[in-house]
């Protein structure tokens, strides 16, 4: 198989610069700053870009607010700022808000898992029936296609089909309502997978949240107690936390979402997203601050802090579907958002990442290779695609592709 199609993205071979960020203390409401621009190694000529840039998104996509994050070589972030937190308020953006990460949250969950399998507790190979024997399709799969996503499984978040017209219908009737874990594997249960497993790769949060219980198996503790002691404690996440009860709701950044039945004007801010968070994100309702997420993306992605040098390797190669062990690709034109268009002989690689639409908010954590740098983009706001704003973040920083 050619370079092109299978690559190694050499993660954790680089020289690596100290990344320090001040501890927060402990997990608090949005970040008190209203400054625009944070301070950072980043020139001033490309902090001006950065602002532009997110300016320019956050009023072209009708967003309240924007921030994004950079950090190049392990430098301390430059964090710009726009527009508004709270459209009720107008209280400006802060440079460290909280919010539930979604997707993002995925990537804490298969840290821990590739961890395991570093020390010998948990096997790539191994059946998922090994540890989930009631499983869905638990025979047919192994713990290495729920990592690479190339399960079979349907994503229920994308998409209106029946599986996930029936799942909104239930989410809307009771917003406050919490999900647990059964009922999605129930919501699953007869569900044919899509493809043979291993040899596709489709995205699915069905992958995570099994993923999630086999470690609650291999550990015999709750997640939130694994995540705390293997990640949050040893690297120094402050603001990051697990479940669903980890930050009060006043504290999380206002997010805008239309509600059924809105006119395309009209935009909810005061959402009860209990049900919305354990089913959509059943598989790791996480929540965290720009500051953290910088910290993390650097540890995952930069260093050995977080993945063990014994799989390091392994888990960065791509396979020909534009997924690893890691995560999901980057390539030249950007993450493969679910991994649509990243076939085989199509796209070089250029690093990972992990974009999220999560209630009221549409944000990414993406490390680009070439580039060394960790970057962060979110708007409070579910209606645009951030894929624009990705792409004018990697133009300022001299992504010769843009």
Not at 382 to 397: D, E, F, H, K, M
Request: charged share 20%; aromatic share 6%.
């Amino acid at each position: 198989m050619s370079t092109r199609n299978r690559t190694r993205c050499a993660i954790v071979s680089m020289v690596v610069i100290g990344f320090t960020i001040a501890a927060r203390g402990t997990l608090d409401a949005a970040g008190s700053s209203n400054s625009t621009v944070s301070s950072s190694a980043v020139s001033a000529p490309t902090a001006s870009a950065l602002q532009a840039a997110l300016d320019d998104f956050v009023e072209s996509s009708g967003s309240p607010g924007g921030v994004v994050a950079v950090s190049v070589g392990g430098a301390e972030p430059i964090v710009v700022t726009s527009g508004l937190a709270d459209r009720r308020t107008g209280a400006p953006m802060p440079d460290d808000p909280l919010f539930y990460t979604g997707k993002i949250g995925d990537q804490f969950v298969t840290a821990v898992a590739l961890q395991l399998v570093a020390e010998g507790a948990l096997g790539l190979d191994d059946a998922v029936a090994t540890y989930l024997p009631d499983a869905p399709h638990a025979a047919e799969l192994t713990v290495r296609h729920l990592l690479s996503h190339t399960s079979g499984f349907q994503d229920w978040i994308v998409g209106r089909d029946e599986l996930t017209n029936a799942l909104w219908e239930r989410v809307e009737a009771d917003p406050s309502r919490r999900f647990t874990s059964d009922e999605m594997i129930d919501l699953m249960r007869d569900r044919p997978l899509r493809f043979t497993p291993g040899s596709r790769a489709l995205h699915s949060e069905f992958n995570v949240l099994l993923l999630r219980l086999i470690i609650e198996q291999v550990t015999g503790e709750e997640f939130g107690g694994v995540l705390a002691d293997r990640i949050l404690s040893p690297i120094g996440l402050p603001r990051t936390a697990y479940g669903l009860d980890a930050v009060p709701h006043s504290d999380l950044l206002p997010g805008q979402v239309r509600q059924p039945g809105d006119p395309a004007d009209r935009w909810t801010t005061d959402v009860d997203d209990a049900a919305y968070v354990t089913s959509f994100y059943s598989a790791a309702p996480i929540a965290s601050s720009v500051s953290d997420l910088m910290h993390w993306g650097d540890a995952l992605y930069r260093t050995s802090e977080v993945v063990p040098t014994a799989i390091a390797d392994e888990a960065s190669e791509v396979n020909e579907f534009g997924s690893a062990l890691l995560g999901i690709a980057l390539t030249e034109d950007g993450v493969c958002v679910m991994l649509v268009n990243c076939s085989a002989g199509s796209h070089d690689y250029v690093g990972f990442g992990q974009p999220s639409l999560a209630r009221g908010a549409f944000s990414g954590l993406f490390y680009h290779q070439p580039l060394d740098a960790v970057i962060f983009v979110l708007v409070n706001n579910t209606g645009p695609s951030i894929r624009p704003l990705y792409a004018a973040v990697r133009q300022t920083l001299g992504d010769p592709e843009h």
